[in-house]
């Protein structure tokens, strides 16, 4: 289990029932602008905004739309009084499954009228409007939305965790499901480098490719070290664990096939009380 610990809120909880009454969904909008100095590896990164924050806002959108992603196009930039090295800033449209667009602008360098850490929203659909500010509760069509009590953010999903092991059941966020919300930031992180739309099945293929080639090194290297580490071992004993290999697989062995080429090595070496 993840723990996207935004999803865990119930005003979160509240604008998505409030989309839910809108009908067809045609767009949702994030706006999340802030100017923190945060300081330490965030300020070297490549990609701050993208990798580092707004996943919790791809992974709402998610969760708001009952929706994944099919495409992105990103452009990601660094305005000139920017503190840090990398595109501090970015603006994001995402495809949606039923054609629904999620676009996404944002700054970490913002000077002056903060948004909420979790954004301001709109949901824009064939009967009206949805829109939270992030902090308070959610309107629809400018009529509060009710929100349900309940734990929020880290003790939610703890909270789903332990029940989870306790009954069994898939909680929300499991490692699974996270997937698409990681392939939202990379999709978006490579159209912003090679200024194109990206295709998400494109780069979950190319993730399962690069996961499928570490694998296979991975096992090439646990069978180099398993057959070095017989390498000086007497070839009686290499011969008695085979025996005892064989043994043990038997019942699974449908036919065996012992041909002379097979037999006459080991015939020798009983003949001749061989050592080796």
């Known amino acids: 289990m993840v723990s996207q610990s935004r999803r865990w809120n119930p005003q979160l909880f509240a604008l998505r029932e409030g989309i839910e009454r809108l009908g067809t969904v045609g767009t949702l909008t994030t706006e999340f602008f802030k100017g923190p100095h945060l300081g330490g590896f965030r300020e070297e990164m490549a990609n701050p905004l993208l990798v580092d924050m707004a996943i919790h806002a791809f992974d709402s959108a998610r969760f708001l739309l009952g929706a994944e992603p099919l495409s992105a196009y990103c452009e990601a930039y660094n305005p000139p009084w920017s503190w840090f090295a990398g595109a501090a800033a970015a603006t994001a449209v995402f495809e ?100 194109e739309r990206v295709l998400v099945d494109d780069v979950l ?50 036919s065996l096939v012992l041909t002379p080429d097979l037999i006459a090595p080991v015939l020798a070496r009983l003949a001749g009380g061989g050592s080796q």
């Not at 970490?108 to 902090?135: F, I, K, L």
């Not at 996961?211 to 017989?230: E, H, M, S």
């Not at 070839?235 to 062995?253: D, G, H, K, R, Y």
């Open 205 to 254: 293929a190319e993730a399962h490719a690069a996961a499928t080639r570490v694998q296979g090194k991975a096992r090439a290297a646990a069978q180099a070290a398993k057959l070095d580490a017989y390498r000086d071992v007497s070839s009686n004993v290499l011969m008695a664990l085979a025996v005892q290999e064989l043994a043990t697989n038997l019942p699974q062995i449908n």
């Open 96 to 195: 949606m499954q039923g054609g629904a667009r999620y676009s996404f602008t944002g700054s970490w360098c913002s000077r002056g009228v903060d948004t909420s850490w979790n954004g301001v929203w709109r949901a824009s659909g064939e009967v009206g409007t949805a829109t939270w500010d992030g902090e308070s509760t959610p309107l629809v069509d400018g009529v509060a939305a009710g929100t349900r009590p309940g734990p929020a953010g880290i003790d939610a999903a703890l909270a789903a965790f332990v029940e989870a092991l306790r009954t069994g059941t898939v909680p929300m966020g499991e490692v699974h499901e996270n997937v698409l919300s990681l392939a939202m930031v990379e999709a978006a992180v490579r159209s912003a480098a090679r200024g």
